[in-house]
Structure formats: structure tokens, C-alpha cells
């Protein structure tokens, strides 16, 4: 109870990342015994209208007659000395946490080396991803690759593209001026199994092929320019990756002029990981991540897009009429609740604060608004510290459930105007059969016993 003796909600985050399946059982079990013995008190306590934001309160609240023992006995790290400096030289997350993690889907093909394992988006704050939680995709494996053996190639389609061929080693570009943005990189395969109604049971699932960072490194303009790139004559970019795939994708060169595209080395403050493309990738802000292109090692400049392998293939967008979209790069404006959201439970009625993230790879977050019937009436919520463009943007807003069933979604739009779609909308335009740039509104389903669900609403 709050200090105002009405009702404060409590929230268990997505068992599977908190508890082994014994685990998840037992909390069910609990959930469902706390559940009955709140509704036996809710009924003795003030009317259930609407509350303003309240501080959760302990199961023993003052004049109980009964004292909290972790605040009257003194813990045992109050009485003694603690660890001494981490002895491996890295820091390592509490014990605690062990099971924030990224995981990998049971839904998708497994293979060791073409693989997705998906970041932890409802156990995350802010809008930073770890550099260990970040989201994992890989055609071919990752390496750990020498950066002393590594190297960045510039060439032309054609001698006139540019006056001169020159290759750089990590050393001669870590030595030039250097940037440091926050932008977010997702998948263009994000949230591509709901487009056949398939509803994966968390938003680690359904949204987590997205993170955001803070990355580091030389933007390629610069670089261009000091190989004398003819800009009338080279309108593309070509980039190419060291591992076993020889990822290769087309930019086009109005995305790297305007100075955003980064060849980088840095990530959260500190070198890439090797999972990440280590020594040295390229950030493409807004763009989806195949294009990112990790181990990377050349950049070719010519006046068509190239049609490499996954852009003649893989990576389109089959569209109603039976052709496919081609070079549809840009991750449109999109949001998602991250809590509540699918396999967290809501213990008791009260007050809980909705939290999700928004993006948009035309530039910044403009409005986020949360509907919790549906869709049928909507509210705005609050933009959480910095909006940047092509980055994640947090987003907040006080809810009181009453413990009646709801459905929860988010509707972002961006400074372009875009407004973020629902399923019925984007099908319209889209059909049914693609795989890419799902950007549709997300709903969760909040049941009356508190357990919450992945839906589809049209």
C-alpha cells in the first residue's frame, strides 16, 4: 500500500530473464496467491479512482506493527570489508543479473555461423545499449581480427572517380580527427516475423534486433577527400567486408557527403567488439544494419548501385503486385513499449509507469503517444533526456491500471512528419508477404490476471 493507503502496482519483469523454468513456475504460482490476497484487501480500502504517481511502498508499510528485517538487521555488507579491485581487469555485471542477456530465437534456423541473437530491450534503461547486450548478426561468424594486419582499401569503379587508390591501417586512421555520435542500428529484419501474424512472446523477440551507441571514428567524406573523389562522377559507395560472406552493399553517395557516415573503431567508449566488426566498421545512421558493414576492409566509388549479392537477393521487399522494392534502405519512424510488455505480469492494481523506445531514420523523435485501449484514445508521453536524430529516444507516461483487461501501444512520429503506421495500414501499402521493415504499431494485451501478451490488432 502506498502512503496514502491506495493501491501502488508492482511489476515482474519477463521471466526468461530472471529465472531457470522451476523459476518462471514458481512465480506464476506466487503471482496468482498475491493476486487473490490483494483483491481481498482492495476491497477494504479507499474507491479505486484515479491516482496521481506514487512511490512504491514496502510489504510493511508504517504502522503495520510489523518491521522490515533488511532495514532493521544490519546486512552483512554493512559490518565488513568488501571485494578487493577487480582481479581480470574488466568489469562484470552483478551475480544478480546473470540473466540479462541476449538470446537467440527457438524460432529461427540455428546454424554456428549465420546467426541473430537479440538484446534484452525490456530490462534496459535509457536509450545506450551495452556493448555486451548489443544485438548479434552474423552471415559468415565473427572474428577477432589483428588490427595490425588490418587494412582499409579506397578504389574507383573507374581511374576518373577518383585521383588516387590509397590503403590505411588502423594506426594512420586512428590518427586523424575523430567524431563521437549516438546513433541506433537496427536490423531490417526487425519484428519480420510478425508480418504473418507470428506473435513471439516478448519484445526481446519481436524487437530486439535493436540497439543504440555512442560510435566513434573518422567520417568517410573525409577520407574520400583525401583520396580526390570526383563527386559529379561517383554518386555510390561500395563497401565491403573482411569476413567469410564479403558482405557488400551499395550507398548511395548523398548519405556519406553530408558528413553522418562514419568509418569507426569505437563503441561506448571503448574499441569495437569483435562480434561488432572489430577492428573497424562502417555506421550508416538510419539505415538498416546489413548495410553497416563490419571486418570492414574496401570502399569502391562508382556511378550505379552495384547490385551485389544481398541486394539482388536478399534484403527486398516483396510488395502487393508481385514486384520487389530494391534499395530500401531507411528504417522508417517507429516505437515500442518496452514495459509492460509480453511475459512481464502485473502483481496488483495501481500506478505503473509505461516505458518504451522510439526511432526514426529520418532524423529525430518529434511525439510519442500511448493508448491503453487499443487505440481508441491516446495520450502524450514524455520524451526522456536528449533527442537526437537517427537515434534512440525514451519515452514515459503514468498509467493507474484497474485491473481490467488492456491493450497497450505506442504511435511515434518524426520531425518529417511520418506518423507510425498500424498493421491494417501497412499491409495496405506493403501486402502480406515481406520480411523487411516491419515498422507497424506493437500491442500488448494486459489480462485481468495481470499476465501480459503479444497481440495483433489491424
Known amino acids: 500500500m502506498s502512503s496514502d493507503n491506495k493501491p501502488a502496482g508492482r511489476l515482474i519483469k519477463a521471466p526468461e530473464n530472471f529465472l531457470d523454468p522451476a523459476g518462471v513456475r514458481q512465480v506464476f504460482a506466487e503471482a496468482k496467491a498475491g493476486r487473490r490476497g490483494f ?61 540479462v542477456q541476449r538470446r537467440q530465437s527457438p524460432g529461427l534456423t540455428q546454424t554456428a555461423q549465420a546467426s541473430v541473437s537479440f538484446a534484452p530491450l525490456q530490462s534496459l534503461f535509457g536509450i545506450v545499449t551495452p556493448s555486451g547486450l548489443h544485438f548479434e548478426r552474423h552471415h559468415q561468424g565473427w572474428w577477432d581480427i589483428d588490427p595490425s594486419k588490418h587494412r582499409l582499401m579506397l578504389n574507383g569503379s573507374e581511374p576518373a ?102 568509418v569507426a573503431y569505437g563503441q561506448n567508449g571503448e574499441m569495437l567488439r569483435p562480434e561488432q566488426g572489430y577492428p573497424l566498421r562502417l555506421v550508416v545512421p538510419g539505415v538498416q544494419g546489413v548495410s553497416w558493414v563490419k571486418y570492414l576492409r574496401r570502399i569502391e566509388v562508382g556511378d550505379k548501385p552495384y547490385g551485389a549479392k544481398d541486394e539482388a537477393i536478399h534484403y527486398m521487399d516483396l510488395m502487393p503486385g508481385g514486384q520487389h522494392r530494391q534499395y530500401s534502405s531507411i528504417q522508417e519512424c517507429k516505437s515500442v513499449v518496452t514495459t509492460p510488455s509480453g511475459g512481464q505480469v502485473l502483481l496488483d492494481k495501481g500506478f505503473y509507469n509505461i516505458s518504451g523506445l522510439a526511432w526514426s531514420g529520418r532524423g529525430r523523435v518529434k511525439r510519442v503517444d500511448v493508448s ?67 515498422n507497424a504499431i506493437q500491442t500488448w494485451l494486459v489480462q485481468e490476471d495481470g499476465e501480459v501478451k503479444n497481440v495483433q490488432l489491424s
Not at 594506426?171 to 519480420?192: K, Q, W, Y
Request: proline share 6%; net charge neutral; charged share 20%.
Open 372 to 438: 491503453v485501449d487499443g487505440g481508441r484514445n491516446w495520450r502524450t508521453a514524455r520524451l526522456e533526456g536528449a533527442v537526437l536524430p537517427k537515434c534512440l529516444t525514451r519515452f514515459n507516461i503514468d498509467w493507474v491500471w484497474d485491473g481490467k483487461p488492456g491493450l497497450i501501444q505506442s504511435r511515434a512520429t518524426d520531425d518529417s512528419g511520418f506518423v507510425q503506421p498500424t498493421y491494417g495500414q501497412l499491409r495496405t501499402a506493403r501486402g502480406t508477404r515481406s520480411i523487411y521493415h516491419n
Open 39 to 99: 483483491i481481498r484487501s482492495a476491497f477494504m480500502a479507499a474507491s479505486a479512482a484515479a491516482v496521481a504517481p506514487v512511490a512504491m511502498a514496502t510489504s510493511n508499510p508504517v504502522g503495520s506493527g510489523e518491521g522490515d528485517p533488511n532495514i532493521l538487521s544490519l546486512p552483512e555488507h554493512s559490518k565488513g570489508l568488501g571485494q578487493p579491485v577487480v582481479t581480470d581487469g574488466y568489469g562484470k555485471p552483478s551475480k544478480y543479473e546473470v540473466n
Open 161 to 262: 572517380m577518383l585521383k588516387r587508390a590509397m590503403v590505411f591501417t588502423m594506426d594512420e586512421l586512428m590518427r586523424l580527427p575523430s567524431v563521437s555520435r549516438f546513433h541506433f542500428i537496427e536490423c531490417g529484419a526487425n519484428t519480420g516475423m510478425e508480418w504473418g501474424n507470428v506473435a513471439v512472446p516478448t519484445v526481446q523477440y519481436s524487437h530486439g534486433m535493436l540497439s543504440c551507441s555512442e560510435f566513434t571514428g573518422v567520417p568517410l567524406r573525409v577520407l574520400l577527400d583525401m583520396a580526390g573523389v570526383d563527386y559529379k562522377k561517383a554518386r555510390f559507395v561500395l563497401a565491403e567486408g573482411a569476413d567469410g560472406s564479403s558482405m557488400t552493399r551499395t550507398i548511395p553517395m548523398e548519405m556519406v557527403e553530408n558528413g553522418e557516415v562514419l
